[in-house]
Every structure is written in structure tokens, then in C-alpha cells.
């Protein structure tokens, strides 16, 4: 049981429209702060389990920092919002990439490790165009782009793919122990004191469960708002639900520009790109088959596939920083995505349902 089946069935009948975006708004308080105690404690969870750092940061910190969307999208996907489901993935990474990398490469000079964007940044880009591939793929087989469903055992692939993420993930940051050393000379050359096993599960479990408690009023709140003015459920998922959702990202990447360790950001991101779909996407489609609304296929995915490619353009420029003016057109697609959005609401070319 989730807590939305505790809520009668009227509540929302005696609620005005003021009062959802006040739950709406204190749900994406509940996922940011939740998702934001999840991540300390868990990298609390994995130094007192003897992990390194860096494969700190390559798996526990995204998985984290990504728990938000795999939340929101599986408990919409279960209540038939396949809009809110499959939109928030692919909105978070649009939102990860051309909002927050984008905003922190104006304001800071990222760095480029080189070891990470030659490995996991070519697997950020893949991810994308896996689920674009998956997706034209169906489209073709079932004859055209109305209708198009992806079928659990997509889901299920897509989660076997995550584990092997995983694994890799730990293989090469085992091949890098340099990155591990640095980091601990950075800090005074001592090794960070562990924190208490019980205790960093505890807080794990309370951060959690914050999650899953603002992620099932988020999805609730969200979905009678569009249907209350008319919005497409999938507009709402690609714009505040996955901004709200990407809130964790933000916050992460805000934190490592001012304690001075914009590098943390740089993997976030990529990180997150990556489980977005493998993670939030695949567990979703595992869980309920999620229909394909037609506007991913001419808005939503080419916007996505652009956004990592113009990343990954970036990264092959030449020097060891990124250029601030790097994330200027990361900005602009951002900007004329959501203008894009609005303007098809208002013409009527998106979607109400969600297949």
C-alpha cells in the first residue's frame, strides 16, 4: 500500500486549485530534502562499508540523486500516467543536461576528467540513443506512432543493462585509484573517519521514505492539475515533475561548485543521464507496459538526442575545462524547448491522454 491509497477518494474534489500547488510544491520540498538525505547517508553507508569514493560517486550518489524520478515515474505508471512516467525520465535528462549543466558551466569552469567522459560519457550518449532507437523501433513494428507501447520485457532489458552499468562502473573506478588518492590529499591527506553503519542506514531508510511519501503526492497532485486546465499529463511530467525531480541534481550540483569540487557535478549528471533511462525508464516499463504519447517522437526525444549531443561536442573541444560559453547553447535549447512546449499545449498538438 502507497500512501496516495490512503487518501479518500473526494479529497481532491475538496481541494481548490491554490491548495494543489501548495501539495504539489510541498511534495517536491519532501523529494529534494528526502532525496538530499538519502545521498549523505548513503555515502556515509558506503565509506563505513570500506568503499571508495569514486565508485561512491559513479553508482551510489546517481542512483540517489535519480531515486526521485524512478519514484515518481513507477507510481505513475501503476495509476495509467504513462505521460507522467515516460515524460519524467526523459524530462530530467533534458533537464539535467541542458538546464543544470548548462547553468553551472556559465557560472563555474568544469572540469573535464577525462577517465570518466571517454567511459561514462560515451554510455550517457548511448542511453539516449538506446531508448530513441527502442522507441523508433516499436513505432516501426506497430505500423506507425499512434499506439506505440513499450512492452515490460523492454523494461526488464533495460534493468538488465543497469546492473551491468553497475558493474562496470566499479570495474573501472578500480582502475583509476588515483582519482581516490587525490581526493583524500585534497582533504588534508587523512582518510575520511566512517560513520556508524546503523546509524547511516537509518537516516538511509528516513531519506527514502521522504521520497516515496512527496513522489506519490507529486503524482497525485500533479495529475488532477492537468486534468483540472487541460494540460496534457505529459507536458506537466517534462516540465515540473522533472524539474521537481531534478531538484536533487541541481542542489548536488550547486553544493560541489561552492565547496569547490565542480568535478562532483560533472559525473552527477552524466550519472544520472545514464540511469534515467536504464533505471527510471526501465523499472517503470517492468512494472506496467508504458505507452509512447506521439509527441515524443517530434518534440520531446530529438530535443533529448540534441541536448547529449551538443555534451558531448563540448567535451571534444580542446583544453581541460569546459568554456562558460559552452553552456550558453545548452541554455537556449532549454528555453526554446519549454516555448515549444507551451506553444503546442495552446495550439492543441499535444496529447490529453497519456497513449
Not at 583544453?319 to 515549444?340: I, Q, T
Request: aromatic share 8%.
Amino acid at each position: 500500500m502507497i500512501l496516495a491509497d490512503l487518501i479518500p477518494a473526494d479529497f481532491y474534489g475538496l481541494r481548490s486549485s491554490p491548495m494543489l500547488l501548495l501539495i504539489s510544491g510541498g511534495a517536491i520540498v519532501l523529494l529534494a530534502f528526502g532525496a538530499d538525505r538519502a545521498v549523505g547517508s548513503a555515502v556515509r553507508l558506503a565509506r563505513a562499508m570500506g568503499m571508495s569514493t569514486v565508485i561512491i560517486g559513479a553508482t551510489v550518489v546517481s542512483l540517489g540523486t535519480t531515486s526521485p524520478e524512478a519514484f515518481v515515474s513507477v507510481t505513475a505508471a501503476f495509476r495509467g500516467e504513462p505521460g507522467l512516467a515516460l515524460g519524467n525520465g526523459v524530462g530530467s535528462m533534458i533537464c539535467d543536461t541542458a538546464l543544470i549543466f548548462g547553468l553551472c558551466c556559465c557560472i563555474a569552469r568544469l572540469p573535464k576528467e577525462r577517465f570518466i567522459l571517454n567511459r561514462h560519457g560515451w554510455l550517457q550518449l548511448g542511453a539516449g540513443v538506446l531508448l530513441s532507437a527502442i522507441v523508433a523501433g516499436l513505432a516501426v513494428a506497430a505500423g506507425g506512432i499512434v499506439g506505440v507501447t513499450i512492452p515490460r520485457w523492454v523494461g526488464v532489458g533495460l534493468v538488465v543493462l543497469l546492473g551491468g552499468y553497475l558493474w562496470v562502473s566499479v570495474r573501472w573506478a578500480r582502475q583509476h585509484p588515483s582519482m581516490a588518492v587525490a581526493e583524500v590529499q585534497a582533504v588534508g591527506g587523512e582518510a575520511p573517519a566512517k560513520a556508524p553503519l546503523l546509524g547511516s542506514l537509518v537516516l538511509l531508510a528516513f531519506g527514502l521514505g521522504l521520497v516515496m511519501v512527496g513522489s506519490n503526492l507529486l503524482v497525485e497532485s500533479a495529475a488532477e492539475l492537468a486534468r483540472r486546465f487541460g494540460v496534457p499529463p505529459s507536458v506537466l511530467a517534462v516540465t515540473l515533475v522533472a524539474f521537481g525531480t531534478s531538484l536533487p541534481e541541481l542542489v548536488t550540483a550547486i553544493a560541489s561548485i561552492l565547496k569547490g569540487h565542480p568535478e562532483l557535478l560533472v559525473g552527477n549528471v552524466i550519472g544520472a543521464d545514464i540511469l534515467n533511462v536504464l533505471f527510471v525508464i526501465g523499472a517503470s516499463a517492468t512494472a506496467v507496459p508504458l505507452g509512447v504519447p506521439v509527441e515524443f517522437f517530434y518534440l520531446h526525444l530529438p530535443v533529448m538526442l540534441i541536448a547529449l549531443t551538443m555534451l558531448r561536442l563540448a567535451i571534444f573541444a580542446r583544453g581541460d575545462h569546459f568554456r562558460r560559453w559552452h553552456g550558453v547553447p545548452l541554455l537556449m535549447l532549454f528555453a526554446g524547448y519549454y516555448a515549444a512546449l507551451l506553444m503546442l499545449a495552446r495550439l492543441g498538438y499535444l496529447t490529453i491522454e497519456g497513449a
